[in-house]
């Protein structure tokens, strides 16, 4: 048995919308309304006076930061619940209530304790919705790969052995930017896997502006950046071992060096008028258009018309989500992490009063 668990936090222009495209999986669904301050308990209201029985509907005095608002969720869960999903109030599981009931038994099946689903893009038009519609198949395509041992199980549709995320929630920083990252780590720490169902596919709204998805990479980065530093140690010995989890490690830690570097290369070569420079260029669109042609077809997708003429533009795309997110997240994120590495080596003091 599962149940379907929806954090929401002043989410009055999505829920409504998420209800009705997910009607068919409202009867085991439990909504959490994070203390919204706007009309998000007037909207699920009234999604549920239309079409009874509506979903389960908790209320946290206090803002939990979504994961205090997954933790009531699944401490109040009857007993006989075995698996918990996962999704936020601007997703659709496109997947029907019988799928999910056929992934808890791959669940078994495969002996994970928590698990991704395929997620794509619910609106993909225009050239900057294509984009980021390939590159989440591109994201598919990396966690087939990973297999059993992934770095992140997003929130946004995800699925979970409810024991386990009991006992990972407990020892949650309850941090909210990287809160899946550190969930993940935490549930893979205690020595189970992680691992990725593609036949469940989940849709999310993707930012529709560059602000937005400016601000929602940043927001990535930094959450990222925290999880690294708070989780080196355990990083580290893994980057020694032949996984997933490895691959995935060496991934985001080498990025923010070779990145960085490439762009500030041919940028330097451009400047002084290097001929070589056109090479350079020519030689990362190469490059990045072998990965997303590569990692797209293993992530089991349907390529179509707007992917082919999305791919061109991915070195593009790719340079300017690398320079708006990580500008920003290191202008802001970076004393975080570094106060994370230091409590890693200097022993915290409880202070008393008197």
Known sequence: MYEIVVPVYNGADTIRASLESNSAHVQRMTLVDDASTDGTLGEIERFSSNSPPGPKLLRMAVNGRKVGAVKKAVNGLPQDIDYVVTTDDDTRIVSAPEDLEWACGRMEEKGYAAAAFRMNVANPGGVFGSMQSLEYKMANGFRRLLGGRQMITPGAGSIYRRSVLEDALDDHSGEYLGDDMELTIKIQKDGYKAGFIPEIEVRTVAPRT?????????????????????????????????????????????????????????????????????????????TSGAVVAGLAAASGDK????????????????????????????????????????????????????
């Open 210 to 286: 560059l602000g937005q998805h400016s601000r929602q990479r940043a927001g990535w980065e930094r959450g990222c950046q925290r999880v690294l530093a708070k989780e080196a140690p355990y990083i580290a010995r893994n980057m020694l071992r032949p996984n997933g989890l490895s691959a995935a490690s060496w991934l985001a830690v080498s990025s923010h060096i070779t990145i960085p570097l490439g762009i500030y290369d041919i940028c330097d070569s451009a400047i002084r008028g290097d001929p070589s420079a056109l090479n350079k260029a020519a030689s990362w669109a190469v």
């Open 303 to 354: 390529l179509g018309t707007r992917d082919v003429l999305a791919a061109p533009l991915m070195p593009a795309y790719m340079l300017y989500t690398t320079l708006a997110s990580r500008i920003n997240a290191y202008s802001n994120g970076l004393p975080e992490a570094a106060g994370e590495i230091v409590s890693l080596i200097v022993p915290r003091t409880e202070s008393t009063e008197a």
